[in-house]
């Protein structure tokens, strides 16, 4: 069974710039999440979509933004961008089966590994 | 207050001994619990679910929720070196909420 893919692995970009990260979950999954991940901050929510619409979503500003396709596989985007936002960007995918107190947890991607220079 | 509170360590034990992690949490609404451990510069690992009140094996691993005093913990027995990891504990209501982490180092 393939796990969560995301794509592209490392990526380097000047400040100013924007990018595009790409996750495909798990066949089934219908849950997406993303998360940012530093040095000493733990995992950052930035958002969740399921069935292409925007669940939660996280502290983080505009500049961040991010969708889901009918195929449930999700991109995010962020413009502008800033030294901060050198990071491991992770995605998650999850079996949601409704309501608010359950879930089967998240199986995670690899990340995408993202330096801004 | 942070949703879910974990102690940052390093938590250090000797090989072969038990290591106990542990995690509170404030929502009394979450029924969901998870725990995942997450080696240097790899992706966080689902390695156990506990959902009632109660110990779940698997393996070396335990966990144990107790809802009433919002905690949840995890066991390793016997501990190797190649536990040696952060262990994220994470509950769920609406969304997921992540623990800060706990790192573990077993000496060998």
């Known amino acids: 069974k393939a796990g969560v893919t995301q794509t592209p692995r490392y990526l380097i970009k000047t400040r100013g710039q924007q990018v595009t990260l790409s996750c495909s979950p798990i066949s089934g999954h219908r849950s997406v999440s993303w998360y940012q991940q530093t040095p000493g901050q733990g995992l950052q929510f930035l958002f969740e979509y399921f069935s292409e619409t925007q669940r939660n979503k996280g502290n983080f500003p505009g500049r961040f933004s991010g969708r889901q396709f009918s195929n449930s596989r999700s991109e995010m985007n962020v413009s502008t961008l800033e030294l901060g936002d050198s990071a491991l960007y992770l995605c998650a995918s999850s079996l949601w089966i409704g309501g608010g107190s359950s879930n089967y947890g998240y199986t995670f991607g690899s990340g995408t590994r993202l330096t801004v220079v | 207050q942070k949703e879910v509170e974990q102690n940052s360590g390093p938590l250090s034990v000797p090989e072969g001994a038990i290591a106990s992690l542990n995690c509170t949490y404030s929502d009394r609404g979450s029924q969901s619990f998870f725990w995942y451990r997450q080696y240097s510069g790899k992706s966080p690992e689902l390695i156990m679910s506990i959902y009632s009140n109660g110990d779940k094996e698997d393996g070396r691993f335990t966990a144990q929720l107790n809802k009433a005093s919002q905690y949840v913990s995890l066991l390793i027995r016997d501990s190797q070196p190649s536990d040696s990891a952060t262990y994220l504990c994470?509950?769920?209501?609406?969304?997921?909420?992540f623990g800060s982490g706990t790192k573990l180092n077993v000496k060998p």
């Open positions: 994470a509950a769920y209501f609406n969304k997921f909420y």
